[in-house]
């Protein structure tokens, strides 16, 4: 019997169906269409859901979300405006009481982890940090092959870091956040939301010098924000995934270089930078790993 699995972006909502070993089977796409708000987004749900368990029989289904999420109870803690009306959702009831199949909920960065942790690029290791670029920046910290949640649940918010005092307004409602400057939708904007973020490495790759700056200036604010993560959590293996992550060992060696100019060499020692093996599947691999893991809290 297969899993159903939804990662729920503030742009888009990529679902599909997962076996016990993490094979996808299929998987789909659609606009997430966050501005018409939460009511509207579990219908949204509410429908890929019934339209699978139609013609299939699911085992469980594991949801990655966007936000803040008490992964116990499956509650969205907290929701920038890029979701508007998600925070105090309660998902997992919702679903569990309408289709009666386990669900389980949680942090979209938190189920990334997850799913590199299961068949990905962090399969073999028991401690990394995982950061996430896309619409923004995510974390998680995985100790022990667990992730470490902090006393609410919620540990691992990297995007909101200050690395700008004063600096842009974030969609969080404060100033200067790691985010604004160093996720995906932050090079886009660097050029005006003309290119994508793949349009801009390529045409570095062909040498045009104005990109190439671009993204050397975008990949310094990832370093100096990964610098303080370093620090404090001082791993040995970091994972960097989203979409951008597609780009391999270009990106990872621009912020590598960053890396070390502005870090102390002692924290550098040993360790390793890789993107995500999984790429855009990872949030949704990772929530049937969470089904899997936490089958008893279900």
Known sequence: MDYLALDIGGTKIKYGIIDHIGNIKESYSKDTNAFKGSYYLLNTIEKIINDYIKIKEIKGI???????????TGEIIFATNAIPGWTGVPLKKIIQDKFQIPCYVDNDVNCVA???????????????????????????????????R???????????????KGGEKCTCGYNGCFER???TA?????VENKLDG????????????EYINILNEWSYD???????????INPSFIVIGGGVSAQGEVLTRLITKHLDTITMPSFLEGLRIEVSQCGNNAGML???YGIKMYKDNI
């Not at 902090?150 to 700008?164: D, L, R, V, Y």
């Open 286 to 288: 990772g929530a049937v």
């Open 181 to 183: 400057y160093a996720s």
């Open 222 to 232: 990832i370093a100096l924000g990964l610098r303080n993560i370093i620090y404090i």
């Open 186 to 190: 932050a090079l886009t904007r660097r």
């Open 198 to 209: 793949k349009e801009i490495f390529d045409k570095a790759k062909k040498g045009e010098k």
């Open 62 to 72: 594991g949801i990655s979300t966007a936000g803040q999420v008490n992964n116990n």
């Open 150 to 164: 902090g006393s609410k649940g919620i540990a691992g918010e990297f995007g909101h870091m200050t690395i700008c």
């Open 114 to 148: 997850l799913g590199e942790m299961w068949v990905g690029s962090a399969k073999d290791k028991k401690d990394f940090v995982c950061l996430t670029l896309g619409t923004g920046i995510g974390g998680a910290i995985v100790i022990n092959k667990e992730v470490y």
